[in-house]
């Protein structure tokens, strides 16, 4: 028992990032043994059973609109909310909020659940998560049907791109997916999507279990054959992505042979080459947090975001502690990430401009959710850059005005 305890505590301090220092003369990346030894346990039926990261994995591994719905509102709606009056509670009491001001001790076991409650409300989970699905609001949840997104006076020969959403863009912050959908229409592409609600299998290869991951990863590329030779008139040569995990998987689903000649490229790398980016934002400064999992792959993070926005950005390194379920299985070590992240933007606000706004882009949908942590101590709003295009591109209405333009006319529905 004590073997699998020890097991079970060096696979929970891992966030799998990647970026850690090697000290292995033959380059064993630790972040591949975690996810064995997370895999491992699993298969033996010694993996620690965790309420909350059980609650977050049936979202993710969720198809049925119905259930999703009924998750979203107790995982995401409600979970958020208490967390939010813990917090609260917290700093009223000083028994959350004021601890993430000095450097959290060192860990060397597990701690105890009242301290784990107390690292877990130290800091606030994002306050206004949208209250519907992006295919909730284009009404396009069946999966017995592809959704092809076009603008009217975009023609039927108009260039194609499959776009997947994954489930941050997609079930939790749906303004990602929206925006994403929202600027590819103004680029003059159609946009199709995957049927129904999919996850890409990260998140349970991750977590250590690899069987699931591999079930999904093979039901999702039968499904995807069928989409390509159903669709084969539009010779889709893009799959477009908005979440650097789900880059990171979908290369393992060999989309050469699905769509034969295409390539795999995030939304932000796909506006820049498209010519569409910003000229500038007066008054207004950026920090840019490139995600551990990172989707740009061609270029410069930080370049990139730059020539998007039409100035220079600063990159604000450091991993910001959230990692999927990791902030939430093992909240004592989150928070000393987090405390090294907040000592980094820290440092990179001494950088910027003084008397200016700023605000904090990403490209990840579980960093956006680790970022808007951060707001309370440093005022810094966290958002996608792709986000923050359509509002100075498109305009401040640009979700309901694109979700109206999309529902009266803009999406057609081919039977799979």
């Not at 346990?41 to 977050?56: C, D, E």
Request: with cysteine.
């Amino acid at each position: 028992i004590k073997h699998f305890d020890e097991l079970n505590d060096v696979g929970d301090h891992c966030t799998v990032c990647h970026r850690c220092v090697k000290p292995c003369p033959v380059n064993i990346d630790f972040g591949d043994v975690t996810v064995a030894i997370r895999n491992y346990l699993h298969k033996s039926g010694k993996r620690k059973f965790n309420p909350a990261v059980a609650a977050g994995m049936a979202f993710l591994n969720a198809t049925d609109p119905r259930t999703i719905n009924i998750l979203r509102k107790g995982v995401v709606e409600a979970g958020f909310k208490l967390q939010n009056i813990g917090y609260q509670w917290g700093k009223k009491f000083h028994i959350g909020a004021g601890r993430q001001k000095a450097a959290p001790k060192a860990t060397t076991g597990k701690a105890p659940i009242k301290e784990q409650v107390v690292h877990f409300i130290n800091r606030p989970l994002p306050r206004n998560v949208p209250i519907k699905t992006a295919r909730a609001l284009l009404n396009i949840e069946d999966a017995k049907t592809v959704p092809i997104i076009r603008s009217p006076q975009t023609g039927e020969d108009a260039e194609a791109v499959f776009y997947f959403p994954g489930c941050g863009s997609e079930r939790l912050f749906s303004q990602v997916g929206l925006a994403t959908q929202a600027m590819l229409w103004h680029a003059g592409v159609q946009t199709v999507l995957p049927p129904g609600y999919l996850c890409c299998g990260y998140p349970q290869d991750a977590g250590g279990n690899k069987a699931k991951a591999e079930q999904m990863t093979t039901e999702n590329r039968v499904l995807f054959h069928r989409l390509a030779n159903t669709l084969n008139y539009l010779d889709i040569k893009t799959v477009v992505v908005s979440c650097g995990t789900c880059y990171d998987q979908l290369e393992q689903y060999r989309f050469e042979d699905i769509f034969p000649g295409c390539r795999i490229i995030d939304i932000h790398e796909f506006l820049l080459e498209k010519g569409i980016k910003l000229d500038g934002i007066s008054g207004q400064q950026y920090l840019y947090h490139d995600p551990c999992h990172s989707p740009i792959k061609t270029m410069n993070a930080a370049k990139m975001t730059s020539e998007l926005m039409g100035k220079e950005v600063v990159l604000s390194d450091r991993c910001c502690g959230e990692s999927g379920m990791f902030a939430v299985k093992r909240p004592d070590i989150a928070t000393q990430v987090k405390f090294r992240k907040q000592e980094e933007i820290e440092k990179n606000l001494n950088r910027l401009p003084q008397g200016e706004p700023v605000k904090m882009l990403t490209s990840c949908p579980a960093c956006l959710q680790g970022l808007s942590r951060y707001t309370d101590d440093n005022q810094l709003p966290a958002d996608y850059i792709v986000v923050e295009m359509a509002k100075h591109i498109l305009g401040d209405n640009w979700q309901n005005e694109f979700v109206e333009k999309a529902n009266n006319g803009g999406i057609e529905k081919v039977r799979l």
